[in-house]
């Protein structure tokens, strides 16, 4: 009688172990991915002068 109970215990306790898990990992992921939007958003903003993309390589600063 006793070792039943043992089973359903640790059955729930794995089952909330594993649930926690995948959550952990799908907000790990999703945090990810808003961070790697971002990044791209501020690496897509073009300045009209850069033609070749690669930076202030060289240019006067405007004063």
Do not use: A, V
């Amino acid at each position: 009688m006793l070792s039943p109970l043992m089973f359903i215990i640790g059955f729930i306790i794995f089952l909330l172990y594993m649930s926690g898990l995948l959550w952990m990992i799908k907000s790990s992921h999703d945090d990810q991915r808003r961070r790697r939007e971002k990044d791209e958003k501020l690496l897509n903003q073009s300045d009209e002068n850069d033609y070749d993309g690669g930076g202030n390589w060289g240019r006067f600063e405007n004063k």
